[in-house]
């Protein structure tokens, strides 16, 4: 079985300042890994995901995550928050043995950006 | 241009009706899936389909129905036995395999009055 913590349902920062939205996980199988960001009444939208390889992970717009398995993290950074980046973000896991994509989310950050 | 589109947007229906949402994807995808979105809750997988001609039920499926007839189509219905239907739904497709990226349609945001 598999979950995903995200700590926090609201984080709010400054225009300029550093982004760290967490996550964790618990999967019984090595995790796949993804952010996904949800503009208001959009679908959601891949920023970036881990699967195998390097454990710092470069997305869309500026985010990066690292995957620590040690910590089961995959959180979510951006070192310069603009006003565009207020949105919600949700953390997902797949489990890499299931041949098949079935995500878990986790119930979401929402990031809010003040000028 | 490639995508998945969910219709309509926006319904409204009244209670003890069933009311099917469209999707449709031209990306080629094997995999489509419905999740279900209310506030606080995160994405919670109603149904998904592997391939043409079946389904399988996701974690919260009671009430809902699905057909897979073609490849581009997978459209949902919310039958009048789902208590609470009134949330935004989401249709997704992938390519197969636990890493493949998921693309999400503009949702439907269904109210039951």
């Known amino acids: 079985a598999q979950s995903v913590t995200q700590l926090g349902s609201h984080v709010s920062v400054s225009e300029g300042a550093l982004v760290l939205l967490r996550c964790n996980y618990s999967?019984?199988?090595?995790?796949?890994l993804f952010w996904y960001v949800q503009y208001p009444n959009q679908g959601l939208q891949l920023l970036l995901k881990?699967?195998?390889?390097?454990?710092l992970v470069k997305g869309i717009n500026g985010f990066e995550a690292e995957f620590k398995k040690s910590e089961t993290s995959f959180h979510l950074t951006k070192p310069s928050a603009h006003m565009s980046d207020a949105a919600e973000y949700f953390c997902?896991?797949?489990?890499?043995?299931?041949?098949?994509?079935?995500?878990?989310f986790g119930t979401g950050t929402r990031l809010l950006v003040s000028p | 241009d490639g995508g998945i589109t969910q219709s309509p947007k926006y319904l409204f229906r009244k209670e003890g009706q069933n009311v099917t949402l469209s999707c449709e994807q031209n990306?080629?995808?094997?995999?489509m899936y419905w999740y279900r979105q209310d506030p606080g809750q995160g994405l919670r997988l109603i149904y998904y389909?592997?391939?043409?001609?079946?389904?399988q039920k996701g974690d919260i499926a009671e009430g809902y129905s699905v057909s897979r007839e073609k490849k581009e189509s997978f459209p949902l219905t919310v039958t009048s036995a789902q208590k609470n239907p009134t949330a935004f739904y989401l249709c997704?497709?992938?390519?197969?395999?636990?890493?493949?990226?998921?693309?999400f349609g503009q949702g439907t945001r269904l109210t039951v009055v």
């Open positions: 997704a497709s992938s390519l197969q395999g636990a890493f493949a990226e998921a693309f």
């Open positions: 999967s019984s199988v090595p995790p796949y």
């Open positions: 881990y699967t195998t390889g390097a454990t």
């Open positions: 997902a896991v797949s489990g890499a043995n299931t041949g098949f994509q079935k995500l878990v």
């Open positions: 990306l080629n995808h094997d995999a």
């Open positions: 389909s592997q391939i043409v001609n079946d389904f």
